[in-house]
């Protein structure tokens, strides 16, 4: 009788902390579950992968500027457009409206760029630069890291990929014709 007793005081303790923790986890999960489904969450599609997927899923640092986001910041060129993204600095060339784009201190050579999808910082044009203005964009997608396999030689710092407005951008819903107008101005030794 006495085995049977210590049998019991050592199997019950282990059972009742199983059960515990079971009930719990579907506690846990049921709660989830209802928090998911009362948020309503937009899916963000990014394309860094060279195939559409969710942001979610995509392994490597990356950041979206989306359209509505590039109206609010009124960048007159891609340098102010990409200011304040974690890692990314740019320098400008001979002309300053170009971008020379440096990621997590790898710069010029080794940020691939891209403008629906063609490669444009060839070392043979521009000295590696963008010429884009930000008023033209849909959205820009930053890689930051290594990416060399998805997107060639050149690509150790990361890449930048420029997606430019469609028809569809400049008209409003239920018209045949649109554009767009910019005025802006600049004056030398603001400081």
């Known amino acids: 009788m006495p085995c049977l007793a210590f ?3 050592a199997v019950l303790p282990p059972l009742g902390l199983a ?9 846990l999960a ?9 948020l309503p969450m937009d899916t963000i599609l990014v394309t ?3 195939v559409l997927q969710p942001e979610q899923q995509v ?16 960048a007159g060129d891609l340098g102010d457009l990409l200011s304040g993204i974690p890692g990314v600095t740019s320098s400008q060339g001979p002309r300053p409206e170009a971008l020379v784009p440096n990621i997590r201190g790898l710069g010029e050579g080794r940020v691939v760029m891209r403008i629906d999808g063609a490669r444009q910082n060839m070392a043979i044009r521009h000295r590696a630069q963008t010429l884009i203005d930000p008023a033209l964009l849909e959205r820009v997608e930053i890689l930051r890291g290594p990416a060399s396999s998805l997107y060639g ?36 030794n603001d400081a």
Do not use: M
């Open 7 to 9: 049998r019991a005081a």
């Open 48 to 50: 860094i992968g060279r």
């Open 59 to 74: 392994i490597a640092p990356v950041s979206i500027i989306g359209r509505e986001e590039i109206e609010l910041r009124q």
């Open 30 to 38: 049921e709660s989830a579950d209802s928090v998911q489904s009362g």
């Open 153 to 188: 030689s050149g690509a150790t710092g990361g890449v930048i990929l420029f997606e430019t407005l469609d028809a569809d951008g400049f008209l409003d819903p239920g018209h045949d014709f649109g554009g767009q107008a910019r005025l802006g101005y600049q004056s030398n």
């Open 19 to 27: 059960l515990g923790l079971l009930s719990s986890t579907h506690t």
